[in-house]
């Protein structure tokens, strides 16, 4: 059986070496060969895509979460067009990570007009856009620059892609998601089942924590983690982690300040060169792939999300849930919490509240 990729192969392959013998008859000859080669070449060849897959976008894909991301889900299965959109240098991140000899074919968009482009027809979106905390500086300090950004980025989705899985990674989370739902809400587009706020880097950070405390191998341990995506809106669970187990009160008074203040460690252990980019690219690329197996059919796709909730009185809230086919399926209950996560949680509810409010200012003023 001769596929057509193998007769193409070989159209190109009988193409070049007419290339070859016709540069001794003159250029004309040889420039109309070459023409043709192009028209076989590159995107045109694969247009629709090499293999079966999902259409996945990177909002923000030239930064420090965007790079790194962007190469993760170039090397993920199940991705079958990739399109990365930035500001600036996206032709060079798009050209670098397309020489990867993965299925998803990788296409750059660069700037505001061509942001429509960028997002027509994806199925999920991924917006790490935005700028990074610098020592000293909180997550409320880069709230009103990223929320401008976040609120123009909906905006495109919106009109482009109204029905894609949206996963929101640009700080502050506790507040970029509420702007996001105002901006679908305007729009008529809204369906709280496909907003994710990207929370699993706390619990990633609970997992490799709590492994190091007890000894264990990080991927065998679960520690859910609800409220938020900022300091004391962080709260880990500890009291369910799987495997179960015990702590004294020092182990949990040190593990939740460590979660809770993961961010802040990388920040000041790079010194002014940029905030957690790579553990946050590793924990949003796990996240993506948790949708896109969702989205795929897969059973029992179980995350932590800041998503629209009734957990709580707030609007929104981070907590378990059940990813399908149209995002999130099922918003799980927070289950039994001990004295010190009861205590913690009105803490988080606190906080969580002013930073719906704000957001929600934001997107209606």
């Known amino acids: 059986v001769i596929t057509d990729a193998a007769i193409t192969r070989k159209v190109v392959v009988q193409a070049l070496a ?3 013998i016709s540069s001794c008859r003159g250029n004309s000859e040889s420039s109309e060969l070459m023409e043709e080669v192009a028209i076989l070449k590159g995107s045109n060849c694969r247009a629709k895509g090499a293999a079966p897959g999902f259409k996945v976008a990177v909002l923000g894909a030239s930064g420090g979460i965007g790079q790194p991301l962007s190469l993760l889900m170039k090397m993920n299965p199940l991705v079958s067009v990739l399109h990365l959109y930035d500001v600036v240098n996206t032709p060079g991140v798009t050209a670098d990570i397309s020489h990867m000899n993965t299925g998803a074919v990788v296409r750059g968009f660069l700037g505001q007009p061509q942001l429509e482009s960028a997002l027509t027809g994806m199925d999920l979106v991924i ?25 123009t980025l909906c905006e495109g989705i919106a009109k482009c892609c109204p029905n894609a899985i949206v996963n929101v990674i640009s700080n502050p989370v506790n507040s970029t998601v509420p702007i996001a739902a105002e901006v679908f809400k305007k729009a008529g587009t809204y369906d709280p089942k496909r907003l994710l706020g990207v929370t699993t880097l706390d ?32 709260l880990p669970l500890l009291s369910q982690v799987n495997p179960p187990c015990s702590f004294t009160s020092e182990e949990i008074s040190y593990l939740t300040s460590r979660i809770q ?10 010194a002014g060169a940029g905030s957690a980019t790579l553990s946050m690219a590793y924990a949003a690329a796990k996240f993506a792939d948790a949708c ?14 800041y998503i629209a909730s009734q957990v709580t009185e707030l609007p929104f809230f981070a907590s378990k849930v059940r990813l399908g086919r149209s995002g999130v399926e099922e918003v799980l209950p927070l289950g039994p919490l001990n004295e010190f996560e009861r205590a913690g949680l009105e803490k988080a509810k606190g906080e969580l509240a002013e930073s719906i409010h704000k957001g929600v200012a934001f997107a209606n003023k």
């Open 18 to 20: 007419s290339i070859a």
């Open 127 to 151: 917006i790490p856009a935005g700028i990074p905390r610098k020592p000293g500086m909180t997550r409320d300090d880069l709230f009103n620059i990223n929320a401008g950004i976040v609120r």
């Open 203 to 234: 619990v990633v950070r609970a997992n490799t924590f709590v492994g190091e405390v007890l000894g264990l191998d990080p991927r065998d341990v679960n520690v859910p983690v609800v409220g938020g995506h900022a300091g004391v809106t962080i």
């Open 261 to 270: 203040n993961g961010g802040t460690e990388v920040v000041e252990a790079k």
């Open 292 to 305: 896109l197996r969702g989205l795929r059919g897969d059973a029992g796709i179980v995350e932590c999300s």
